[in-house]
């Protein structure tokens, strides 16, 4: 199994103590998290995309950009770029540079995104959303494999012959797609061959586990071998000390501020204690064993090979976050990525032909798209990054 650290930048008062950082000190903090997490041995690193408070993430690629620059190993995602609301030039011209400055280590996960401010900032509505994210995925892929694209679409100027710049590095880039429980999401990935990163965060593991199903149910309508499927799943928190008393003890007035959080918003949350929320949703609070355990278990119904954790302290004090996460790589993370097996991420080896290194585990997600004006001629095949 691998592990990804993301962050959605959350700025707001710390649910413990109310303290409210500046938005220069929270970015700065993300920055400091991911080199933590790259020290600690996490296999990536992710930033989200919202637009609205209390989020100050409206701008992934500078973000990862500046963890390009301070970090040397780890993989960079996006954790999701929302191609919903970005012009798909502008966006492949953003993560083609930032291809190139991370030196090969950038991974997309896309979706629509969500939250009332996209539609006044971007005019974009929850009848076209889907459609816009279906537009500004096939053509970012276009970009991103053809040297000149010519194209017509319902959202933005078209384009004849058009020449993108820099050329990225990487020739293709994976592309996961991100998704809650909506099937817009899980058929764009089954039909292009992308993997899937389930969100698994807001409710039991049912919904989440039935949209992986139907993933992989698209996945072989769509002609792509069974085992060429890969899915990501999230968790809704984490927190490990060496007994559960210890670890629930420290975290229920963090989960109970979150409560009341909800009801300030007016909100009905749908794990009302800390206790319901450990025994069904994906929250991984209590001892190492236990935490190993519930992964399996949700393995077992997801199949998921690579997992996310929250990267930010979220209440807890520094000395707190960082010791659990040491005890994560020290006592869980070797253990899970023994008993369940998972493809590796794929370095960059400067090859000489922008092309990451071939794997023998399969062939590169995505076949040639149905309608898409001939775009993909030469494109059928290359290499999946696995």
Not at 127 to 148: A, C, P, S, T
Not at 290 to 303: A, F, N, P, S, T
Not at 312 to 339: C, M, W, Y
């Amino acid at each position: 199994m691998k592990f990804l650290a993301i962050t959605l930048i959350v700025h707001g008062p710390d649910p413990i103590t109310g303290e409210l950082k500046s938005t220069n000190a929270r970015l700065r903090e993300v920055v400091e998290n991911a080199v933590l997490a790259e020290e600690l041995g996490f296999d990536g690193f992710g930033v989200g995309e919202r637009h609205e408070r209390p989020f100050i993430s409206s701008s992934p690629p500078v973000v990862l950009s500046h963890i390009a620059a301070r970090t040397s190993t780890i993989r960079l995602f996006t954790a999701v770029t929302t191609l919903s609301l970005l012009d798909p030039v502008r966006a492949y011209e953003d993560y083609a540079t930032l291809d190139h400055l991370s030196g090969g280590r950038l991974e997309l996960i896309i979706g629509k995104g969500n939250g009332a401010a996209q539609a006044q900032l971007f005019h974009v509505t929850g009848e076209d959303q889907w459609e816009r994210n279906r537009e500004g995925y096939e053509l970012f892929r276009r970009l991103w494999r053809e040297d000149k694209v010519t194209w017509s679409g319902k959202f933005r100027p078209s384009l004849t012959d058009a020449e993108t710049w820099p050329r990225p590095l990487q020739r293709p880039i994976r592309v996961w797609h991100g998704s809650a429980t909506s099937e817009e999401s899980v058929e764009l990935a089954a039909l292009y061959g992308d993997p899937l990163f389930s969100a698994n965060v807001s409710n039991p593991v049912e919904p989440y586990a039935e949209l992986v199903r139907h993933y992989r149910e698209r996945w072989e309508f769509h002609g792509h071998d069974p085992a060429d499927a890969l899915v990501g799943a999230g968790t809704a928190g984490y927190y490990a000390t060496k007994n559960s008393q210890d670890a629930i003890e420290t975290y229920r007035p963090i989960f109970n501020a979150r409560l009341e959080l909800f009801k300030k918003v007016g909100v009905d949350p749908v794990f009302h204690t800390l206790e319901d929320a450990i025994e069904r949703s994906s929250i991984l609070v209590g001892s190492p064993q236990q935490i190993i355990d519930k992964v399996h278990r949700y393995h077992e119904r997801l199949g998921h090979e690579v997992m996310h954790l929250h990267a930010d302290a979220d209440g807890l004090t520094d000395k707190q976050h960082r010791t659990a996460l040491e005890l994560f790589q020290s006592d869980i993370a070797p253990v899970l990525r023994a008993e369940i097996p998972s493809r590796p991420f794929l370095r960059y080896e400067g090859s000489g032909h922008g092309r990451p290194g071939a794997t023998s585990q399969s062939a590169e997600q995505g076949s040639p798209s149905p309608g898409s004006q001939g775009a993909e001629r030469g494109d059928a095949r290359g290499e999946r990054q696995s």
